[in-house]
Each structure stands twice: as structure tokens, then as C-alpha cells.
T-cell receptor, first 111, second 112 residues
Framework: QKEVEQNSGPLSVPEGAIASLNCTYSDRVSQSFFWYRQYSGKSPELIMS????GDKEDGRFTAQLNKASQYVSLLIRDSQPSDSATYLCAVRKAGSYQLTFGKGTKLSVIP | DGGITQSPKYLFRKEGQNVTLSCEQN?????MYWYRQDPGQGLRLIYYSQIVNDFQKGDIAEGYSVSREKKESFPLTVTSAQKNPTAFYLCASIGTQNEKLFFGSGTQLSVL
């Protein structure tokens, strides 16, 4: 089983809809969870971090973490064409500085 | 302006040649990382360093070498032993007070 798994997509949503991106991880000692957005040919940009169970909201973005199910998700409300990018999920184990990345989900927001 | 600077943006390697990718940060971060990204793939860790004069192999270190002589600098050499070097290379760093990993703008390496 891969350490961090994401559906590669592409995920297509109409403009204004909610985009839901999912990520599962295999290591139960994982402690910190991150979502990065990456535009084609550019470096990843951190958009959300979450450390405890529940929801964390920042503007149009909501990260959700369920450690019992080893599941983390990212919701994007009122999706815009500028949200079209690849979204990478990253996980860090307790006591480690290393991040393990998923392969990313490509999101396409259709005007 | 604090940040991570990678150079060059584009690099071409001839067969049998070693090339070095530069990574400099002025964030006073202790830990630095090199990742490789292939099209449609996630990031794979090549090497990382948590302190000056010390570094560790990541998942795909074969054919690569690094040095960490200064806190600010973590250059990556792609040696001739790396037979498939074409990829997007990303340098990143993190400080001990902040868990968040920040990336440079990347170097696209291609083979001539």
C-alpha cells in the first residue's frame, strides 16, 4: 500500500461548485497534514495545513482530517477557473522533518 | 525578501556530464530538501539535510550527490550515473519553529 494516496483525476467541476479532493495515508503515526497547489510548470504552494481532527477553514478552502479513518480532504467552495491546478497532499510523521507526498489530483474548473 | 532561490531555471545535460543545481535560502532554515518530480507524478525525495555538514539519502539518491557546507546553501549534483535525469527538480526548506515546507521555483533538467 502506498503511503499517501490520491485519486489522480482529472476532477472536473463547473465554476461556482464545490470541489472535493481526497487523500488517504497508511502510517498511523502521521501527525501533520498539508495541501499544496501546483500550477503547471511551477513549484508547489502551501494552501492549508491541519494537525488535529475536524475541520479547518481558510477563505474558500476547508481542510478536513479524520485520523481514525486515516483520511484528509480539501474542499474548495465557489470554485473558480483559477483554481484549476494539481493539488498535492503531504503527510509528516511525528518527530520527522520529512514530508511524504501523494501523486496529486488534477482539478479542472469549467467556466 | 526572504525565500529560496534555485538556479538555473532550465538546464541541459549532455550524456556523461555532471551538472550542479543551485539552491540558496535566506530564511535561516535548518533543514533543506531536494525533490524530483516527473510528469504526472508526485514528489520523490532525493536527499535532505537537517544541519550543516550532514545530509541523508532519500528514496531515490542513486546517481545524485549533495553537500551542505553552509546553512544557506544545498547544491545538488546530477552525476553521469543518473541515466534518466530529465525531470523537474525542487529544493525546499523548513525551520525548526515552523513545520511548513516552502519550495524554490524549480529547475527543469533535460538531456541533449
Amino acid at each position: 500500500q502506498k503511503e499517501v494516496e490520491q485519486n489522480s483525476g482529472p476532477l472536473s467541476v463547473p465554476e461556482g461548485a464545490i470541489a472535493s479532493l481526497n487523500c488517504t495515508y497508511s502510517d498511523r503515526v502521521s501527525q501533520s497534514f498539508f495541501w499544496y497547489r501546483q500550477y503547471s510548470g511551477k513549484s508547489p504552494e502551501l494552501i492549508m495545513s491541519i494537525y488535529s481532527n475536524g475541520d479547518k477553514e481558510d477563505g474558500r478552502f476547508t481542510a478536513q482530517l479524520n485520523k481514525a479513518s486515516q483520511y484528509v480532504s480539501l474542499l474548495i467552495r465557489d470554485s473558480q477557473p483559477s483554481d484549476s491546478a494539481t493539488y498535492l497532499c503531504a503527510v509528516r510523521k511525528a518527530g520527522s522533518y520529512q514530508l511524504t507526498f501523494g501523486k496529486g489530483t488534477k482539478l479542472s474548473v469549467i467556466p | 525578501d526572504g525565500g529560496i532561490t534555485q538556479s538555473p531555471k532550465y538546464l541541459f545535460r549532455k550524456e556523461g556530464q555532471n551538472v550542479t543545481l543551485s539552491c540558496e535560502q535566506n530564511l535561516n532554515h535548518d533543514a533543506m530538501y531536494w525533490y524530483r518530480q516527473d510528469p504526472g507524478q508526485g514528489l520523490r525525495l532525493i536527499y535532505y539535510s537537517q544541519i550543516v555538514n550532514d545530509f541523508q539519502k532519500g528514496d531515490i539518491a542513486e546517481g545524485y550527490s549533495v553537500s551542505r557546507e553552509k546553512k544557506e546553501s544545498f547544491p545538488l549534483t546530477v552525476t553521469s550515473a543518473q541515466k534518466n535525469p530529465t525531470a523537474f527538480y525542487l529544493c525546499a526548506s523548513i525551520g525548526t519553529q515552523n513545520e511548513k515546507l516552502f519550495f524554490g521555483s524549480g529547475t527543469q533538467l533535460s538531456v541533449l
